[in-house]
């Protein structure tokens, strides 16, 4: 999940990284009462889930409040990669002396956190590690022995030359690894972090990931979820324990198993369709899944058939035709069904699925040419 | 012959009274799986059919002399099942259960890999050697036993191959899911070396998705160090980027993680890869009727050279023989011409000491 830079410094704040100071809004007006309240020069910065924000024209400088106003007036309209900013951070504008990088990622090769640092911050780091390799010290954490100390302290130094600024820094890289550790984050990540006119470390900018699997242990990062920034029919999905991802095709997919729901979509690719959503319906799958899953998928007008590919393993095949029956009784799609199952109980299956007058396939390419003979 | 489970495989079951636990256990005794025990603490002194129920996995080890244990309880607990196996001296951990936390998974890697016990999972539906043993959820009836090792990143994708693998008249000696999340513990590597090594697979289907650099990886590893053929399939070419799709471990982050990258890995050391899944019987017919023609061809031509080589290897040793002969004859006497010389300068040596004595 991600979650906004103004949630990341919330985050950050609880763990004591320092971080300007500066209020969420979505209105212009009280971004130039803040500009106010601060008696100082702010940046409008938008918040929306994507990188390249301050390219976009989504962060600007303000030297007065009107300016705050104006701008974030600019900004509360824009669209930044095809997202709408509906909320702006108003924080207090800094004198930067020096801008360097530091971040935490999960590294699925060594499974481990790996820390990163650079003296060169502000820009892209994927940027500086392609151009500049040496200005980049990756550090992979003992994820039993966590992050200590003299580690941190190793990495300060290799950003500051000056010692008190890498021990400020080495005691950042600490607390940040503490939020990597305790939210359940994938990336945690500063950039900048800057230096400013009194000497001091300050976090300027936060990215935080988090560990969808993670989530079920913090139910406060939870309520940072964006609601505007999902899918509604994503979130109905998530709600039932589905995963469902929304495409631009006319076959609605409906599958047990993400690698089996992803080659269904890439087999009526294949044979010329286009599939209108990625959806697993996930393991041990009870009827009310099913009716769940059919109800989002005939949600799309767009939808011309609806393709059940089920392989019973720890999903029963009987459990699903259970479900595309009651579905069928409960909400009388007025589009086709095409069903494929093999597997657990499919036999059972079978027998239920007669009852209103389906017939199940046991192979999945017949089934997607059906689907799409029927779709066109 | 299988790999990571065999006959030898007895079996604990860590959630063995839960709905799924308790399904699956029947379906693995069905299939002839050794599950010697379960643990649901709480529950222990009772009986799942004629299976007896543990409260903790060492008791149930001490009990049972069980090696190998299957997981079906919920993330929040899956954790603590895990080193719980670990500590109760289990040497192969099958983890079925979805959602475990990607920091929790780095430190369980760690933690087995130093004490060398072998994590299948999580997030994975099992190994099955068929004929020998079910450890895990995949329905039975669509394996058979033969030479194909599959390993694979998905669940219900497996069955599909399988199935047409068996369709196909291609019979499994061991299938492995190793799980679709980030952090697994077995992953592609482990069983490509694995199936190499195992006198009793011919060659291996091996099945990723989108997401990581694991196919990479296995490219590279299989262009380095095995002989056996493989042919693979990667599901998720039309999938977009950014959004995970089901599994956490299947997202494309940035340019990494797609579908084509692993494909053209794949290809560039010799990996056919299949469009569909009912492709990949017919490239590893092709795959393996190639080998079999080169091993052939092979053999014809070593026949060949050995009659050549054997007479000149005849040839030539008679005339090393002669030479040898000389030359022994020689360094003997030049040899033994020397010994005589020592002995005298010995003698003559001891001769002037007892002069000197004198």
């Known amino acids: 999940m991600k979650i906004h830079e103004y949630q990341a410094k919330e985050i950050f704040a609880r763990f004591g990284i320092p971080i300007p100071k500066g209020d969420v809004t979505n209105s212009a007006e009280e971004a130039r009462q803040l500009a106010v309240k601060y008696e100082k020069a702010v940046m409008v910065k938008a918040q929306v889930h994507v990188g390249g924000r301050g390219k976009a024209g989504g962060i600007k400088y303000c030297a007065e409040p009107d300016d705050a106003y104006f701008n974030a007036e600019e900004i509360l309209k824009m669209e930044i990669k095809g997202l709408p900013v509906k909320k702006i951070l108003v924080s207090e504008a800094l004198d930067i002396v020096n801008e360097a990088y530091v971040g935490i990622i999960l590294d699925r090769v060594s499974k481990k956190a790996v820390v990163m640092v650079s003296p060169a911050g502000g820009i892209d780091i994927e940027q500086v590690a392609r151009e500049t390799p040496e200005k980049i010290m990756k550090f992979e954490v003992n994820p039993i022995m966590g992050l200590r100390g003299f580690e941190a302290t190793r990495l300060g130094m290799f950003v500051y030359d000056d010692f008190k600024l890498a021990r400020q820094c080495a005691s950042i890289i600490l607390k940040l690894y503490d939020v990597f550790i305790h939210s359940d984050a994938s990336l945690a990540e500063i950039n900048p972090l800057i230096v400013d006119r009194e000497g001091k470390l300050i976090a300027l900018d936060a990215k935080i990931n988090l560990d969808d699997n993670g989530l079920y242990r913090h139910p406060d990062l939870e309520e940072f979820r964006d609601l505007d920034a999902e899918d509604p029919d994503e979130i109905e999905a998530k709600k039932a324990d589905l995963s469902f991802v929304k495409l631009d095709g006319n076959v609605g997919c409906c599958v047990n198993g993400a690698g089996l729901a992803m080659a269904t979509m890439d087999l009526v690719k294949h044979f010329g369709g286009e599939p209108a959503n990625f959806l697993d319906i996930g393991g041990s799958s009870s009827p009310e899944k099913v009716i769940t899953a059919m109800k989002i998928i005939i949600g799309e007008p767009k939808v011309k058939i609806i393709l059940f590919n089920i392989f019973g393993g720890i999903t029963r095949c009987d459990d699903v035709a259970n479900g595309i029956v009651q579905a069928v009784e409960h909400l009388h799609p007025n589009v086709p069904i095409v069903v494929r199952l093999t597997g657990t109980n499919e036999d059972e299956a079978r027998q239920i699925l007669k009852s209103v007058g389906l017939q199940a396939t046991t192979s999945m390419e017949e089934a997607v040419k059906m689907a799409l003979e029927k779709a066109a | ?358």
């Open chain 2, 1 to 358: 012959m299988a790999i990571f489970a065999d006959n030898k495989t007895r079996v604990i079951v860590q959630g063995i009274t839960g709905r799924d636990g308790a399904f699956h256990t029947r379906q693995m005794v069905k299939y002839g799986t050794k599950i010697v025990g379960g643990v649901t603490p709480g529950k222990g002194g009772t009986k799942l059919d004629d299976i007896p129920v543990f409260d903790s996995m060492k008791e149930a080890v001490k009990a049972t002399r069980a090696n190998t244990s299957i997981i079906y309880v919920p993330p929040a607990f899956a954790v603590d099942a895990i080193y719980e196996a670990a500590d109760a001296g289990i040497k192969l951990i099958v983890c079925i259960t979805e959602g475990i936390p990607a920091n929790d998974m780095m430190k369980i890697y760690h933690f087995l890999k130093h004490r060398g016990i072998r994590l299948i999972g999580p997030n994975c539906p099992g190994i099955i050697s068929p004929g020998l043993t079910k450890v895990g959820i995949m329905p039975a009836q669509i394996h058979k036993k033969g030479k194909i090792g599959v390993v694979s990143r998905s669940g219900t994708l497996t069955y599909e191959v399988v199935y047409n693998l068996t369709l196909a008249g291609f019979g499994q000696s061991t299938c492995i899911g190793i799980g679709g999340d980030q952090i697994i513990g077995t992953n592609f590597i482990d069983c490509l070396e694995a199936f190499e090594n195992d006198p009793g697979t011919e060659a291996v289907v091996m099945i990723g998705e989108i997401g990581g650099s694991d196919e990479e990886m296995a490219a590279e590893f299989i262009d380095k160090k095995m002989k056996k053929p493989v042919v693979g399939f990667i599901a998720g070419r039309t999938a977009p980027p950014g959004k995970r799709m089901g599994h956490a471990g299947a997202i494309i982050s940035g340019s990494s993680g797609l579908a084509g990258d692993k494909i053209a890995a794949l290809n560039s050391v010799g990996v056919p890869v299949a469009d569909i899944p009912s492709q990949l019987p017919i490239l590893l017919k092709e795959k393996l009727e190639a080998v079999r023609e080169k091993a052939a061809h092979k053999k014809a031509k070593k026949k060949a050279a050995k009659k050549k080589t054997v007479k000149k290897v005849i040839k030539k040793a008679k005339k090393t023989a002669k030479k040898v002969v000389k030359k022994t004859k020689k360094t003997t006497k030049k040899k033994a011409t020397k010994k005589t010389a020592k002995k005298k300068v010995a003698v003559k040596k001891k001769q002037k000491i007892i002069l000197k004595r004198k």
